[in-house]
């Protein structure tokens, strides 16, 4: 008992055991906070008219592509999901503008 | 796009940088900041929803076969076949005169080895140890030389895979500069004059090299002196992450050490790696490796080396990489980790767009020196940082009419991309810290503690410079 007291009110222990304990409670009691994140990519239009990227040397057919104007994962739509402590219905989207595409 | 627990999306990073501080041992610091990371996701069947998917992708089979497999098996090979003390008794004998030589050749290599990160850590730090530790070299002066010439490097010289990932995060909606992938890259080159942290890191460390530089932290001067009067070449009380030596016990009676065994190798290391960049755009290093082990193999069958003995130098070598490995992998995993945490998304979001212009090239050096620090992962930062903080530099610079817009956005983007070095290269949880440390045979504490004196003069400096450019120019 008294060993095992030593061990856990070691310095290293403690923030182990604190981190642990505390990640596990903020991780139950607290809603993330969604923000944008994007990746830009140069989009050419393929033979059979499929939107598409390089990637790797390769072209990579983009599916559900949608126009600037109606995506879903815009800053007002994130700001109304972290104020009603929701998860947002997509967390990825391909987004046309007129020079470039976004990976959001 | 990403989610953050605002202050405590930076716990798993917290967690893992205090245990590595008070235990001196980063198995167990990365493990401890994994688990927070993982408890605070909402992922507590650690084995399966989080070891296995980081270990199952394409990083860590890389991670497996190159550290392991075939850096490890040439390790074993030069060490087999006592190339490696072939290779530093050649270089003791011509170009090393005293320690000041062996660490111009470190920091030389360094240079050559500009494919950056891990690879150059790696290559710089094997070879030359040997010829370092003859000529008493402290293991922390050489991990500082073979870190602080690794991802520098690749930011001054960035003939490597650096452009092209880092200009997917650089679009700016309305910054014509910066519309297009050829654009993107341009402009990244375009940025090298200013990378003033890698020119100063870079800089600094072959003063140190040639031991003409001012002043480097009282305990790198400790280091220095203790080595150089006793010949100790750790603190009494390090505990060096790889205790893998080079000697000629192994090699087997009868074979003559040559030192074409460790030099083309290593030729072929690099020739095919630069070969694939200039020919397939970027470095084949998986290949390259692989045809030097074969290569080394090879060699060492033609001059008479059983299969057993060679089988027995490879295990030699695996042996010497599987605690290295086992790290880099952890730091994987806490890289991955600190990302679904959102940690360097809560960073960005935090400050806003209430900065003064001038201040803002300043205050996003610090913002990716903290994230990558806390991190690990410059790569990491880059991807985090770049798409909030270009666009916020842009909107910045609009909003007080800046005449040089472009040029406001160039030193913002040095900053952030030097920043990230910063802090990638003294974080003690980063892949080349440990590997740096690893290699030289130092203590990763030891490595980190004397490291970040003399990286934080030179970002000091660069930080300096950018505001004065931005106040004066933009």
């Known amino acids: ?104 | 796009m990403t989610r953050h627990w605002g202050i405590w999306s930076l716990l798993p990073a917290i967690v893992a940088i205090l245990l590595c501080w008070i235990v001196k041992e980063p198995i167990t610091a990365l493990s401890g900041g994994i688990i927070a990371g993982a408890f605070l996701i909402g992922k507590f069947n650690i084995l399966d929803d989080v070891l296995v998917p980081t270990f199952m992708s394409k990083n860590a089979a890389t991670v497996l076969i190159l550290y392991l497999w075939l850096l490890g098996g040439l390790m074993g090979m030069w060490e087999k076949t006592g190339a490696s003390k072939a290779f530093a008794e050649f270089m003791a004998k011509h170009f090393v005169r005293g320690p000041k030589t062996a660490k111009v050749v470190a920091w030389l290599l360094g240079i050559i080895f500009f494919q950056g990160g891990t690879v150059s850590a790696v290559l710089v730090g094997t070879t030359v140890r040997p010829l370092a530790d003859e000529e008493r070299v402290s293991h922390e002066e050489l991990s500082f030389i073979v870190d602080s010439t690794s991802s520098p490097i690749a930011i001054l010289l960035p003939f490597n895979a650096w452009p092209s990932y880092v200009q997917a995060f650089s679009f700016v909606g309305g910054a014509a500069w910066l519309a297009t992938e050829a654009d993107r890259i341009a402009f990244f080159f375009k940025s090298i004059p200013f990378n003033f942290y890698a020119i100063f890191a870079i800089t600094s460390t072959l003063l140190l090299s040639i031991e003409r530089l001012p002043w480097c932290g009282q305990q790198l001067n400790a280091a220095i002196r203790r080595s150089r009067e006793t010949g100790e070449l750790d603190a009494p009380d390090a505990e060096p992450v790889n205790s893998l030596h080079y000697d000629t016990d192994h090699v087997p009676s009868g074979y003559r050490i040559t030192i074409g065994d460790f030099f083309i190798p290593l030729l072929v290391v690099l020739g095919f790696a630069i070969s694939t960049y200039i020919t397939l755009g970027s470095p084949k290093v998986l290949w390259a490796f692989g045809l030097a082990l074969m290569t080394s193999i090879l060699m060492a069958f033609l001059r008479g080396m059983g299969a057993k003995d060679v089988i027995d130098g490879l295990s030699l070598g695996f042996k010497g990489v599987v605690l290295g490995s086992l790290i880099l992998l952890l730091a994987m995993t806490i890289g991955a980790m600190s990302k679904a945490t959102g940690g360097g998304a809560y960073l960005v979001d935090l400050l806003g767009s209430w900065i003064p212009f001038w201040l803002l090239p300043g205050l996003l050096a610090l913002l990716t020196m903290f994230i990558a620090f806390a991190t690990g992962t410059s790569w990491g930062t880059f991807a985090v940082s770049l798409p909030l903080a270009l666009p916020l530099s842009f909107h910045v610079g609009m909003a007080h009419g800046l005449v040089n817009l472009e040029f406001f956005m160039l030193i913002c983007f040095c900053s952030i991309l030097n920043g990230a070095v910063f802090g990638d290269q003294c974080s003690p949880i980063s892949d080349t810290t440990v590997l740096s440390a690893m290699t030289t045979g130092c203590d990763l504490m030891d490595h980190v503690k004397t490291q970040i004196p003399l990286a934080t003069v030179s970002m000091g400096g660069a930080i300096l410079l950018w505001t004065l450019l931005v106040s004066l120019f933009a």
């Open chain 1, 1 to 104: 008992m008294k060993n095992l007291f030593r061990t856990i009110t070691r310095p290293a222990s403690l923030v182990l055991i604190i981190g642990v304990l505390l990640s596990l409670y903020i991780g139950k009691t607290t809603p993330p906070t969604w923000t944008i994140e994007r990746m830009s990519v140069d989009a050419f239009k393929t033979e059979t008219g499929q939107w598409a990227y390089t990637y790797n040397k390769a072209p990579v057919i983009i599916e559900n592509l949608v126009p600037i104007d109606t995506a879903y994962l815009t800053p007002q739509n994130l700001e109304a999901v972290n104020a009603a402590k929701t998860t947002p219905a997509i967390t990825e989207e391909f987004v046309i503008q007129p020079t470039a595409i976004f990976n959001a």
